[in-house]
Each structure stands twice: as structure tokens, then as C-alpha cells.
């Protein structure tokens, strides 16, 4: 299993965690907020539409939901959201790449700081780790579906590829691909678990079983934050590494 695919699953794990105590609320919000600045209409936001289905498998109040949208496109009270991508070097020298919107960009440098500091690693300038990382479509299926019939979809669909994980199937797609693919999953009613765009590293950087915990640990605090979003590596984890933590 290839080490961006560790982190795979234990973000998998972690996130059925957050949404057990709503911890996942306040990140698919805020994604619902900004998504809703390109038009509140889902229908004709596929960013929105997908914000939307995560705070519904999030079983989130449709009050909360259309204030969310409100607030994006609006419609409603303002406080603007901005994105903001944060990176920089992890113990041993890995690049990691933090995704976060925030309402106080002075808060979110300071805790993103604070986070990479804390555990020896550093803040870079922009541009200092960016160019390593790749964008891509990623959807996780369910292990119901049969091999074959994954396979068929995926040639059928033009998504780029599959893989089996510990909890699920990935699949990847071409960005621009994407939503075409996930609405093609949809139509064949393909359940699916997670879907969204996001970052990859294109090459990786292997490293030993000690310094994976240590890499896991500022990787861990960071997608904690209440800022971020996403945090994306290029650290390689070892296939038979298993977090102290889990």
C-alpha cells in the first residue's frame, strides 16, 4: 500500500470519528459557505452540490445548511471566508500542504505556525512545496462492489484508475473529469463514501517507522485545527505502519 494511501485510511477512520461527535460540521460548513459564492443553485454549482451531500451524510439540519448558503452567495449575514493554503516542511524534512478558510487569516497563521513549530517542523513561503503536489479527482467506494464490476466502471466512465485500500476502493480521476465521472457513478447507483477534489503528492519521499509517527502526529494536530481543511504530504509511510494513536 503506498503511503499517501495510509494516510488515506486513517483519515477515513478519523473522519467517521469527527462525525460521530459532529466534529465535521464546522469543515463542511465553511466549504458550503465558500462553494455557494459561485451561485447558491446547486444544480448549477457542482462544488456546492457536493458540499450538500457531505453535510447530508453528515445529517446536518437543513437550517444550518441554507444559512451556510446564504452566508456564501450573499443572501445572507456576511462574514467572508477566504482560502488559504499554507505550506511548508514536517519532521525530517517532509512537504506538507495545508488547506484551510478562515475569517481571520492573522488566527489561522498563527495556529498553522504554531502546528508545523510544535512538532520541528517549519512554515515555508509560498511556492516552497506547491509545485510537488498534483490535483486529481478521488472518490471512495464501498468494498460491496465486486472487482469486476469496479473495473468495468472505471473504463467505462474514464476515470484514470483504482486501487483497493484497507476500508475501500479508490478511484481517481482527471479534475476536469470529475463531476461527469461521479454523476456516471450516480446514474449506475453506485454508492459511493467520500468524493472530492483534491491534492496529491507526485512523488514521494519514504520514510522509517519512527519517523512516520512523527510525521502522523503534525499531521494529526494540523486537521484538527478548526481552519483547515485538507493537509496533503509527500512522506511515503511504511506499508506495515500502525499509529501509536490508533
Do not use: C
Not at 463542511?28 to 453535510?55: C, F, Q
Not at 463514501?193 to 520514510?207: G, H, M, P, Y
Request: zero cysteines; aromatic letters at 6%; hydrophobic letters at 35%.
Amino acid at each position: 500500500m503506498a503511503g499517501h494511501s495510509k494516510w488515506a485510511n486513517i483519515k477515513h477512520r478519523k473522519a467517521r470519528q469527527d462525525a460521530s461527535r459532529g466534529k465535521v460540521w464546522t469543515k463542511v460548513i465553511r466549504e458550503i459557505t465558500v462553494a455557494a459564492k459561485d451561485g447558491p443553485d446547486p444544480n448549477d454549482n457542482p462544488r456546492l452540490r457536493l458540499a450538500l451531500e457531505k453535510a447530508n451524510s453528515a445529517n446536518m439540519p437543513k437550517d444550518t445548511i441554507k444559512r451556510a448558503i446564504e452566508k456564501g452567495s450573499g443572501t445572507g449575514d456576511t462574514g467572508a471566508l477566504e482560502e488559504i493554503i499554507f505550506e511548508g516542511y514536517g519532521p525530517g524534512g517532509v512537504a506538507i500542504l495545508v488547506e484551510t478558510m478562515t475569517d481571520n487569516r492573522n488566527r489561522t497563521v498563527s495556529d498553522v505556525r504554531h502546528a508545523f513549530s510544535k512538532f520541528g517542523g517549519n512554515l515555508g513561503t509560498d511556492g516552497s512545496v506547491a509545485y510537488l503536489f498534483k490535483k486529481l479527482g478521488l472518490i471512495h467506494l464501498s468494498k460491496d462492489i465486486s472487482d469486476e464490476k469496479l473495473m468495468d466502471l472505471v473504463i467505462e466512465s474514464g476515470a484514470n484508475d483504482y486501487t483497493e485500500e484497507e476500508d475501500f476502493f479508490e478511484v481517481t480521476t482527471e479534475p476536469n473529469d470529475f463531476n461527469n465521472i461521479l454523476e456516471e457513478f450516480k446514474k449506475d447507483e453506485i454508492k459511493y463514501i467520500d468524493a472530492q477534489l483534491t491534492l496529491r503528492a507526485e512523488t514521494s519521499v519514504n520514510i522509517d517507522h519512527e519517523m512516520s509517527e512523527k510525521v502522523l502526529n503534525i499531521m494529526e494536530f494540523m486537521d484538527d485545527l478548526d481552519d483547515v481543511q485538507e493537509v496533503h504530504t509527500n512522506a511515503e509511510f511504511p506499508d506495515d505502519f500502525e499509529a501509536k494513536s490508533q
